[in-house]
């Protein structure tokens, strides 16, 4: 498999980081179909809120919530679908080619092509040296680089989804007991609650618990899949590292896993992976350097 020097090669090579701004690209896409599915579910809450039951226009925000939750299983869904399927696609590339790791046209397809991916890499607009050094890569002996890098992959994903499932779940519970309490406090029916609250923010609504539920799908897998990535590591007679034939067999069944879990949910916000980034990267760096302590290179 690869070594320490061949993985931070590879990563800062110019072909990784042009995949790595593909990658970008293709999210923001995605993200921008998120945040206007989330702006106008906004919107339309809070107009329901506004309006109120008692209005003439209650009736029409009513149904303009309804529809716009039409609107977004049948429209909005399949288009952020879209680019996140290229998205996860981009990803594997980048990590198969910097890991060393077989391709799996059975699981993931074809590859995408490099004309597209210097299309899409063409229109990023960011800072690339936030894209250099994707990976802590551990000064470890082989295998131990390799599988410090997909238990990154796992640890790192399944702590900051968690954060924001949590986050999501918080807004909901938030929303939904700011309608009862102001039902009861303005000694409205039931049938008020639910057509001038909860029927307007039905995207809203929709859109918190089918955010919350993968998040929280995505990061029961990656625990489970990190718990066997750790016991591997853990265990010194593991046949996974006695054996490269078996080695190759289990990263590519982990970077499987990694690529079905990220078809479900596509990264999160830029902003929000920053705002615990240091913090995140400090405690696995103290990973690292136990792993370089217990399995130094020769």
């Given at each position: 498999?690869?070594?320490?020097?061949?993985?931070?090669?590879r990563?800062?090579?110019?072909?990784?980081?042009?995949?790595?701004?593909?990658?970008?690209?293709?999210?923001?896409?995605?993200?921008?179909?998120?945040?206007?599915?989330?702006g106008?579910?906004?919107?339309?809450?809070?107009?329901?809120?506004?309006?109120?039951?008692?209005?003439?226009?209650?009736?029409?925000?009513?149904?303009?919530?309804?529809?716009?939750?039409?609107?977004y299983?049948?429209?909005?869904?399949?288009?952020?679908?879209?680019?996140?399927?290229?998205?996860?696609?981009?990803?594997?590339?980048f990590?198969?080619?910097?890991?060393?790791?077989?391709?799996?046209?059975?699981?993931?397809?074809d590859?995408?092509?490099?004309?597209?991916?210097?299309r899409?890499?063409?229109?990023?607009?960011?800072?690339?040296?936030?894209?250099?050094?994707?990976?802590?890569?551990?000064?470890?002996?082989?295998?131990?680089?390799?599988?410090?890098?997909?238990?990154?992959?796992?640890?790192?994903?399944?702590?900051?989804?968690l954060?924001?499932?949590?986050m999501?779940?918080?807004?909901?519970?938030?929303?939904?007991?700011?309608?009862?309490?102001?039902?009861?406090?303005?000694?409205?029916?039931?049938?008020?609650?639910?057509?001038?609250?909860?029927?307007?923010?039905?995207?809203?609504?929709?859109l918190?618990?089918?955010?919350?539920?993968?998040?929280?799908?995505s990061?029961?897998?990656?625990?489970?899949?990190?718990?066997?990535?750790?016991?591997?590591?853990?265990?010194?007679?593991s046949?996974?590292?006695?054996?490269?034939?078996?080695?190759?067999?289990?990263?590519?069944?982990?970077?499987?896993?990694?690529?079905?879990?990220?078809?479900?949910?596509?990264?999160?916000?830029?902003?929000?992976?920053?705002?615990?980034?240091d913090?995140?990267?400090?405690?696995?760096?103290?990973?690292?350097?136990?792993?370089?302590?217990?399995?130094?290179?020769?």
């Amino acid at each position: 498999m690869t070594s320490t020097h061949r993985i931070t090669d590879r990563q800062d090579s110019d072909a990784a980081l042009r995949l790595l701004k593909a990658v970008a690209v293709t999210h923001s896409y995605n993200q921008r179909a998120q945040t206007l599915s989330f702006g106008v579910s906004i919107a339309l809450a809070v107009a329901g809120l506004l309006i109120g039951p008692g209005s003439r226009y209650g009736t029409a925000v009513a149904l303009g919530g309804t529809l716009w939750a039409a609107v977004y299983k049948m429209v909005m869904e399949p288009w952020a679908e879209r680019y996140l399927r290229i998205a996860a696609t981009l990803q594997e590339r980048f990590d198969t080619d910097v890991l060393g790791l077989p391709w799996n046209r059975v699981v993931v397809g074809d590859r995408v092509g490099e004309d597209e991916v210097s299309r899409l890499s063409r229109h990023f607009r960011g800072d690339e040296d936030r894209l250099r050094g994707y990976y802590l890569v551990a000064n470890a002996a082989a295998p131990y680089d390799l599988l410090f890098c997909l238990e990154q992959n796992l640890a790192w994903g399944s702590r900051i989804r968690l954060r924001f499932a949590q986050m999501t779940l918080f807004m909901l519970v938030l929303w939904s007991v700011a309608g009862v309490l102001l039902t009861l406090a303005t000694g409205a029916t039931v049938a008020g609650l639910v057509i001038g609250w909860f029927v307007p923010s039905l995207g809203l609504l929709l859109l918190c618990l089918g955010t919350y539920r993968i998040q929280m799908a995505s990061t029961r897998d990656r625990l489970r899949v990190l718990g066997l990535v750790r016991a591997v590591v853990d265990e010194h007679s593991s046949p996974v590292i006695a054996s490269p034939a078996e080695l190759t067999l289990f990263a590519r069944q982990v970077q499987d896993a990694l690529y079905h879990m990220r078809r479900l949910q596509p990264r999160l916000p830029a902003w929000y992976f920053q705002r615990y980034h240091d913090e995140d990267r400090s405690d696995f760096q103290v990973r690292m350097r136990e792993l370089e302590g217990r399995f130094p290179q020769s």
